[in-house]
């Protein structure tokens, strides 16, 4: 009762504060790693808008998306439940799928649409598109979007220019499919879509949003599921050969410069002291690429993986005059981010099983996190398997390990899709705090706490697993390459000729 009377008095002080409910911008980077960041150590990235948030607002050491690749992990951010509820598993969707992310799971954005928000998503959605469209942006509670609906990678790309002046995409990209294309709600405006122009027009849309909401009075929500910083990597102009670090770091600082002026756009309409921004990304980095794939830091492999370095991540929370800055150590995850913001702007929680906590007390008071445990499913989940690890405390337990194509050619023998699946019983136990790099498995012999500890995690292990109720499989409905989408629908021959 205390802890809740706590919270209402929280989100009140929020209030009478801000005068009006609060603002919302959620950005989220794609295939980044821990180590990517300047202000997480990375010697030549130049991030100076986020290095900005970071230093006027409080970073996380210990938060963590719930999957190591794409579509589950989106799922988890915008409904606050595990991708094996919403059935986005096992791995991505494509631009055929049948299935997408259920109609019937809430958004982020539908729990705010009832009090009155404005809601907008910009950039990769890659939640499913579906027959005529079912499962967009724009039918899951966006008013607007402008992007490609799922992966950039996932149509040609040998032949698309990515850097200027007419430098081509590194690699192939998936061949025997549609080119990829930009869609502005469920039309689709260009295809192929133009990479130099892309972020230009991202930032356009997303600041013209975020403009409109502020001179009508209404509060927003603003969700930027940046395509940066996955393969193949481009810039334009603005941000092309500007860093340090090659294409990686011109693509992370064309994002970097499209978060400054989306802080510019609330300071010029008066807003950024009732805006909420965070910052976080939905796996970690794909190291096969090599200097093209990003850096988990001192963290162990990356993408595909359940190790730290393919589901802990950097986190940034802004909020001037609110969040008082600061590094927290406190647990926490993107199921969390939807629980929080329905906490701050006063809405109602959807009536299902939840897996997020609310955040508040972190971000405003820098208090102790709701969240005891993390739980770690691989790629492609299944009941007879559970959970490959769990996260209790500083202490996580490796009941299963196994290593992935998208984490390969790294000197760890751990990591690579060689280091095949591994049963651990007992499990692997680290001491995160001690060994953030999963490097020394503590023994039981001799170590009456560890064994206690151990039981414990069994425990928790076991009452999770018997809550969790497996939806069906989006992705297992298969894929229909009618369902591709294509700016010529009738022409012929697919998919060469979809063009526009």
């Known amino acids: 009762m205390y802890f809740n009377l706590l919270g209402f008095l929280t989100v009140l002080l929020v209030y009478s504060c801000a005068g009006s409910p609060p603002n919302f911008i959620l950005l989220f980077a794609d295939d980044l790693g821990f180590g990517d960041l300047g202000c997480y150590g990375h010697p030549t990235s130049l991030t100076p808008n986020l290095d900005r948030l970071a230093a006027g607002g409080l970073r996380f050491t210990d938060f963590y998306c719930t999957s190591p690749v794409c579509s589950p992990s989106r799922a988890s951010l915008l409904t606050g439940r595990y991708q094996t509820r919403s059935g986005i598993y096992p791995g991505v969707l494509y631009p055929g799928s049948v299935g997408g992310l259920p109609l019937n799971e809430t958004t982020i954005a539908e729990v705010l649409k009832p009090l009155g928000y404005a809601t907008a998503a910009v950039g990769k959605w890659h939640l499913g598109v579906g027959p005529n469209g079912t499962f967009l942006p724009t039918k899951q509670g966006f008013d607007q979007y402008l ?44 295809q192929p879509v133009n990479f130099l122009d892309l972020e230009r027009a991202y930032s ?135 629980p929080t913001i329905a906490s701050l702007a006063g809405a109602k929680l959807p009536q299902v099983q939840l897996d997020g906590v609310d955040m508040t007390e972190i971000l405003i008071k820098h208090g102790q996190s709701k969240r005891e445990t993390m739980m770690f499913y691989p790629t492609d989940p299944k009941e007879q398997y559970g959970l490959f690890a769990l996260r209790l405390g500083k ?42 790099s999963e490097n020394y498995p503590l023994p039981l012999m001799g170590r009456p706490d560890i064994r206690d500890l151990l039981e414990r995690i069994k425990v928790v292990k076991q009452q999770f697993e018997a809550s969790m109720v497996f939806g069906e499989s989006q992705i297992a409905k298969g894929n229909d390459p009618l369902l591709e989408p294509c700016c010529s629908p009738q022409c012929s021959p697919k998919p060469s000729c979809c063009r526009c």
Request: proline content about 8%; aromatic content about 10%; some cysteine.
């Open 147 to 190: 992007g490609i609906p799922y992966s950039h990678d996932m149509g040609p790309c040998h032949n698309l220019t990515c850097f200027p002046p007419d430098v081509k995409c590194f690699g192939l990209c998936d061949v025997g499919t549609v080119s990829v294309p930009l869609m502005r709600n469920d039309v689709i405006k260009q």
């Open 395 to 436: 202490y996580k337990a490796h009941f299963y390990t196994r290593g992935a194509t998208h984490s390969g050619t790294t000197p760890d023998k751990d990591c690579p899709v060689f280091a095949v699946l591994t049963a651990h019983d007992p499990p692997l136990i680290f001491d995160l705090e001690a060994d953030p």
């Open 204 to 338: 356009d849309f997303a600041t013209g949003f975020i403009t409109a909401a502020a001179r009508n009075g209404k509060p927003f929500f603003l969700y930027y599921p940046s395509h940066h910083t996955h393969y193949p990597q481009y810039a334009g102009p603005g941000a092309a050969g500007q860093s340090l670090r090659g294409r990686f770091g011109d693509a992370l600082l064309e994002f970097d410069n499209t978060i400054g002026s989306l802080l510019a756009t609330l300071e010029k309409t008066g807003v950024i002291n009732n805006t909420l921004v965070f910052f976080t990304a939905d796996n970690g980095p794909e190291l096969m690429r090599m200097s093209r794939g990003g850096n988990a830091g001192l963290l162990k492999c990356g993408k595909g993986t359940t190790y730290e370095g393919g589901m802990r991540e950097p986190a940034i929370a802004f909020w001037p005059g609110t969040i008082t800055p600061g590094v927290t150590h406190e647990m926490a995850s993107t199921l969390d981010v939807l």
